[in-house]
């Protein structure tokens, strides 16, 4: 039996077999819903309103709402089966819009051109194109097409033992007489010989391209890169669309065990958020996807699982282990990308479960396996990945943190994007507020830097004390509610978003235990080694802030360690900039795979030395002051 479900304000009608969810009829309406729990009933984001039409209700997970939604006809979209036809309408703030990605580039390393960023490597892509000119054949001198071309590489370029495709041989012959025996051929490195991707009769004059892809579990970027300058040409960003399934890793891995194709459905969602990115930079800069015969991917272990189509589901499942860490050079027909079907694809090597492709590009491209100092490379985002190491020896664990900092699970929580308060001061005697938004937007939500801002200031002026608590304070901003108290940064009639954008003592409670993972997840890496936090030289901040993060604040907090401010460095995303000099450098490829090999990984559920350090984190600044002596408490 087939139901119609229509979606307003869309308009947008499809027909379903009964007893889908509201939450797939979305989906396949091409209309993205939020869900952070991947579908499971629990966190209340899928809300969506039914205007008319019978529907069959889970009420068991009618707790996630409000009582006044319910009663207003909210319910939860992937709890509530189609059993009619049906209109529904959708919320502003449970859709998930796609939206312009931040690129942030304009710090640090980000800013550094690829050619900058070699220094030290040469300019020496994974992928080439070389004029070849043969004599033709004649009766004296029978080879094969294929030996001939052979030779002339070999005696040429010092290109020995090329691969070929069959598709691509199948073309030669034609190929090299169209061109009368000039060709120019297209090759990409593939282990530790070249393969011949494409053959182009005649000298072309075109250059050589190549894709860098940053697969975030939220955003994805592609960067078009010109392999013969070492320039990244142009780069786009959007919406993972895997998001609709759930918006961290762990409930996309429980999507892909519990559904039947769940595995499936996630790989050709990120595949068609690549191709979708890929589509429009060719476009734009008139290329067609053949000439794409090479791509770099960065991304965590699981989302590398995901797009290679390799099951995460032990990932998740004690003792944690993936499916690999090196992942295999595939080619784009495998994955159905929008490439040369003959390219190839490389994977950044991860080191476990919770380490991935995109720390170790971070740790390439921030060249802390290259210096005799000691590196902290800390990643503040859900995972919370830590590395700790120099040119001798790395070692890193993930400390959980949670998505708190990239604004989840925060009641005005957002990512860095316009609109998002980054920066917040407050009066020590009338408590009065100014923020700073991200592109001067109006207030839209609160992102990780204005969260860790707008908490060490609450702290300084008194509005709460060292463990998160609301003190007794003489506001308008300050409200109680009957199950929490909010501090108001930003009234309804100045917001972007016709309400007032505010933090609640429950998000603060949130981001303390978040600062406190990243914090113990420091000190557990620094404890197994014996080391004293002094010995540190320097100390890498990357996570999606925007273009700001107030070191000063993040160390009130209890989030960084209390060093020397000019011990510090805020660089970014560097997972695409990693891609993006691997493509351009078959050397520094060969050193990701190095550190891939020479991270070690610290497993911080085996032992009390995590939580034992968690909890005395849990303070602001932290249980043990002389951990922070900079830090005056008032
Ligand atoms: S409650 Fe429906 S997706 Fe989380």
Redesign the pocket.
């Known amino acids: 039996m087939k139901y119609s479900v229509t979606f307003l304000p869309d308009q947008i009608t499809i027909e379903l077999e009964a007893g889908k969810t509201l ?1 797939q009829a979305a989906n396949y309406a091409g209309i993205g819903i939020k ?12 809300k969506i309103r039914v205007i008319e039409g019978n529907y069959q209700y889970d009420n068991k ?1 009618n707790c ?1 709402l409000p009582k006044k939604h319910r009663d207003a006809g909210y319910v ?4 509530t089966f189609v059993e009619d036809n049906i209109i529904v309408q959708i919320p502003t703030e449970s859709r998930l819009e796609a939206h312009q990605v931040l690129m942030d580039d304009k710090v640090g390393i980000l800013a550094e051109t690829n050619i900058s960023l070699l220094n030290g490597y040469n300019l020496n892509p994974l992928s080439k194109k070389i004029k070849l000119s043969m004599d033709a054949p004649n009766l004296t001198e029978i080879i094969s097409d294929l030996s001939r071309l052979e030779t002339e590489l070999a005696k040429q370029f010092g290109i020995k033992n090329p691969k070929i495709s069959l598709p691509v041989l199948s073309q030669m012959a034609e190929n090299l007489r169209k061109g009368n025996w000039q060709v120019t051929l297209t090759l990409a490195l593939n282990g530790k010989d070249y393969e011949i991707i494409r053959i182009d009769p005649g000298h072309d004059d075109k250059s050589c391209y190549g894709l860098a892809i940053d697969i975030g579990t939220t955003t994805v970027v592609v960067s078009l890169v010109d392999l013969e300058n070492g320039r990244s040409i142009d780069k786009m960003g959007t919406y993972n669309r895997q998001a609709k399934l759930g918006d961290d890793v762990v409930s996309r891995m429980i999507h892909s065990s519990s559904e039947e194709n769940g595995l499936q459905e996630l790989q050709s969602l990120v595949i068609k958020t690549i191709n979708e990115l890929t589509s429009k930079l060719l476009e734009k800069h008139h290329l067609t996807s053949d000439e794409i015969c090479i791509m770099v991917t960065s991304g965590n272990t699981t989302m590398t699982h995901l797009l290679l189509g390799l099951h995460p589901k032990y990932i998740r499942l004690e003792p944690y282990v993936p499916t690999a860490t090196f992942a295999p050079i595939v080619k784009g027909k495998d994955l159905g990308l929008q490439m040369n079907p003959e390219g190839l694809v490389y994977s950044f090597p991860a080191v476990a479960s919770y380490v991935g492709g995109d720390i170790v590009s971070g740790a390439l491209v921030t060249k802390i396996s290259n210096k005799e100092e000691l590196t902290l490379f800390i990643d503040i985002g859900t995972n919370g990945e830590i590395v700790l190491g120099n040119q001798d020896w790395l070692i890193s664990c993930a400390c959980s943190a949670g998505p708190a900092f990239e604004g989840g699970g925060i009641t005005h929580g957002t990512r860095a994007m316009k609109g998002a308060i980054e920066r917040v001061e407050i009066d020590n005697e009338t408590f009065e507020v100014k923020v700073n938004t991200i592109e001067s937007g109006k207030a839209i939500g609160i992102c990780g830097s204005g969260l860790i801002d707008c908490i060490a200031k609450m702290h300084q002026v008194g509005i709460i004390d060292r463990t998160g608590t609301f003190q007794d304070t003489e506001s308008q901003r300050v409200q109680i509610t009957h199950d929490d108290k909010l501090f108001v940064l930003v009234w309804k009639g100045e917001s972007g978003i016709g309400k007032d954008v505010y933090i609640s003592e429950n998000d603060i409670k949130n981001i303390i235990r978040s600062k406190g993972a990243v914090f113990a997840g420091i000190q557990s890496l620094l404890k197994t080694l014996q080391l004293e936090i002094e010995l540190i030289d320097k100390i890498l901040i990357a996570g999606g802030f925007g273009n700001y993060l107030n070191i000063p604040d993040a160390v009130r907090l209890g989030l960084l360690p209390d060093l020397p401010l000019e011990k510090y460095e805020f660089v970014g995303n560097t997972s695409l900039k990693g891609a993006e000099l691997a493509l351009i450098s078959q050397e520094s490829w060969k050193q990701a795979e190095n550190i891939g090999k020479m991270m070690t990984y610290l497993e911080l559920s085996v032992g009390n030395l995590f939580m034992d350090e968690f909890m005395q984190a849990l303070f602001l600044p932290h249980t043990d002051l002389r951990l922070f002596p900079s830090v005056e408490l008032r």
């Open positions: 939450i869900s952070s729990c991947g579908s499971e009933g629990t966190c209340g984001r899928c997970f996630t939860l979209a992937c709890k």
